[in-house]
C-alpha cells in the first residue's frame, strides 16, 4: 500500500483569497512546492483535498476548478514536483445550484474525498499525513483514520511539516 501526504488547497498550498477561482489570483503558500517536492523525493503520494462550495453556490463552475488544478500541476512542473490527484467537493447544503445543493460524504469534515483517495490510489491512511488549516480539515483526517494529523496555522508549509515529521 501507498502513504500519502493529504493536503488541503487553499490555506495550505496556495493563499486564501476567498473562493478563488482565477488564476491571477492564485499564490503558492510558503514552502508549497518544496513541501509537494519533499512528497516526490519521498515516493509519498501528494494528494489535494479541498471543498469547493463556490460551486454550490454559484460563483464558479466545476471546469473553473480544474483550470485552477491544471494550473497548479503546470507550475510545479517547472520544479519537477507534481500532485498525484485532486479530489474536491463542489457541494453544500445551502447552495443556490440546484444539482450541488446537498449533503454529501465528501465535504470536509466527512472523511469521504480521503476515503475515496485511499481506496483508488491503494493508500494506507494509518501511514499518511494530513495537513489542514482549518479543524474541518483535522476532523476529516480524524474520521478517516489519518495517522498524523498537522494542523497548520500559517508561515512555510514545508518548515511545518519537517517540524512535525
Same mark, same amino acid.
Given at each position: 500500500m501507498n ?11 496556495? @493563499? ?18 518544496? %513541501?509537494?517536492?519533499? $512528497?516526490?523525493? =519521498?515516493?509519498?503520494? %501528494?494528494?489535494?483535498?479541498?471543498? =469547493? ?8 463552475? @466545476? ?9 497548479? =500541476? ?14 474536491? $467537493? +463542489?457541494h453544500? +447544503? ?14 470536509? +469534515? ?12 491503494? *493508500?494506507? +491512511?494509518?501511514t ?6 482549518? @479543524? ?9 483514520? *489519518?495517522?498524523?494529523? *498537522? ?11 519537517? *517540524?512535525?515529521?
Amino acid at each position: 500500500m501507498n502513504s500519502a501526504i493529504f493536503f488541503d488547497r487553499d490555506g495550505v498550498l496556495n @493563499e486564501e483569497v476567498g473562493y478563488l477561482h482565477e488564476i491571477e489570483k492564485f499564490k503558492w503558500i510558503d514552502g508549497a512546492i518544496d %513541501a509537494i517536492k519533499f $512528497c516526490n523525493a =519521498q515516493k509519498l503520494l %501528494a494528494v489535494v483535498v479541498t471543498n =469547493q462550495s463556490g460551486v454550490a453556490r454559484g460563483f464558479y463552475t @466545476e471546469d473553473d476548478v480544474k483550470k485552477i488544478h491544471a494550473f497548479m =500541476q503546470s507550475e510545479l512542473e517547472k520544479f519537477g514536483a507534481h500532485i498525484d490527484a485532486f479530489y474536491y $467537493c +463542489p457541494h453544500h +447544503p445551502d447552495g443556490s445550484v440546484t444539482a450541488y445543493k446537498k449533503v454529501c460524504d465528501c465535504r470536509k +469534515p466527512e472523511p469521504g474525498l480521503i476515503l475515496r483517495a485511499c481506496r483508488e490510489l491503494d *493508500i494506507n +491512511p494509518t501511514t499518511s499525513i494530513l495537513i489542514g488549516d482549518s @479543524e474541518r480539515d483535522i476532523e476529516s483526517g480524524r474520521r478517516a483514520g *489519518i495517522g498524523r494529523l *498537522i494542523f497548520f496555522e500559517g508561515g512555510n508549509v514545508f518548515d511545518e511539516l519537517r *517540524i512535525k515529521d
